[in-house]
């Protein structure tokens, strides 16, 4: 069955410096990535998209890129800022074409000042 | 701005009492969903809504049920609520149909404690 991997321990880096967090995935092929934002008890914020037939997509200080070999996606965070501390998410599509979305655990990020 | 709010952001209920969970879009949203969150556990989804009076089992629907009456609202309905179904509760929507990559917008929450 298919299976998304985050990091469950928590990320914590120095404000300015770049986080990169992990998602992994495996017996699956998707047409697509997600990337969501959780703060504590609120419910996830869609931040960024990825195609299977795109490298690499950025909006602001975000990245995200997408390897369909390796089965993996990397999210970076560039000049990292405390207010950026938060649970962070990747998702994929669910196997039939119904709009259902398969979550990862989320890793979260403590950004220190 | 798009929304999808939910009835109650806090809520105690004692066990074998029937409890509802409501969710509101109002971004004429065809795709409405019912997630748990727990520790460690990461979000599950418990039904799914894809059109009015339609609905979908998830990977957690037991003890649970929902009822999708018009477009906009979808309802979640613990039969007889029980310890292990405190947990926070999201509802989510999205669009449908071909090329549309589903971005799912969530509402804030609903942490329901049973006791």
């Known amino acids: 069955s298919q299976k998304i991997e985050q990091n469950s321990e928590a990320l914590n880096i120095q404000e300015g410096k770049t986080a990169t967090l992990t998602c992994n995935y495996t017996n699956y092929s998707p047409a697509y990535l997600q990337w969501y934002r959780q703060d504590p008890g609120r419910g996830p914020v869609f931040l960024l998209l990825i195609r299977e037939n795109e490298k690499e997509k950025r909006k602001e200080r975000l990245k995200v890129t997408f390897d369909t070999t390796l089965k993996q996606s990397l999210f970076h965070i560039t000049a990292s800022q405390p207010a950026d501390s938060a649970t962070y998410l990747c998702a994929l599509p669910g196997s039939s074409n119904t709009g259902k979305l398969i979550f990862g655990q989320g890793t979260t990020l403590q950004v220190k000042p | 701005d798009v929304k999808v709010t939910q009835s109650s952001r806090y809520l105690v209920k004692r066990t074998g009492e029937k409890v509802f969970l409501e969710c509101v879009q109002d971004?004429?949203?065809?795709?409405m969903f019912w997630y748990r969150q727990d520790p460690g556990l990461g979000l599950r989804l418990i039904y799914f809504?894809?059109?009015?009076?339609?609905?979908e089992k998830g990977d957690i629907p037991e003890g649970y049920s929902v009822s999708r009456e018009k477009k906009e609202r979808f309802s979640l309905i613990l039969e007889s609520a029980s310890t292990n179904q405190t947990s926070m509760y999201l509802c989510a929507s999205s669009r449908s149909g071909t090329g549309i990559y589903n971005e799912q917008f969530f509402g804030p929450g609903t942490r329901l404690t049973v006791l």
């Open positions: 809504s894809y059109d009015v009076k339609m609905k």
């Open positions: 971004m004429d949203h065809e795709n």
